[in-house]
Nanobody, 123 residues
Framework: QVTLVESGGGLVQAGESLRLSCVVSARNFGSYYVAWFRQAPGKEREFVAA????????TYAEFVKGRATISRDNDHNTGSLQMDSLTPEDTGVYFC????????????????WGQGTQVTVSS
């Protein structure tokens, strides 16, 4: 059984930063693709960023390019999302997503989800 647990959300002011973490309980975490999605109030869940198994390849949504860095530590079963220059539009629940077999893209979502962590950015 694969479980994902996110942490690191909170209330910040515009312009500040947050680092979200996702601990994945799975054998051979290094064989999983990992991504982050978010869902703002009243909106559909949307893709934020994804990272390959080795961490060498990353993909970002246009709205976070230059402000976010996705990374992973395969020795500690952890994926992370560093977000800088936060704006109120970044408010939402951020979800970690993982898949053992397929790269995660905006159109191809992974099989496993965490419960989400709330990010609130005040103006």
């Amino acid at each position: 059984q694969v479980t994902l647990v996110e942490s690191g959300g909170g209330l910040v002011q515009a312009g500040e930063s947050l680092r979200l973490s996702c601990v994945v309980s799975a054998r051979n975490f290094g064989s999983y693709y990992v991504a982050w999605f978010r869902q703002a109030p009243g909106k559909e869940r949307e893709f934020v960023a994804a990272i390959s198994r080795t961490g060498y390849s990353t993909t970002y949504a246009e709205f976070v390019k230059g402000r976010a860095t996705i990374s992973r530590d395969n020795d500690h079963n952890t994926g992370s999302l560093q977000m800088d220059s936060l704006t109120p539009e970044d408010t939402g629940v951020y979800f970690c997503n993982a898949d053992k077999f397929r790269p995660i893209t905006p159109q191809q979502i992974g099989d496993y989800w965490g419960q989400g962590t709330q990010v609130t950015v005040s103006s």
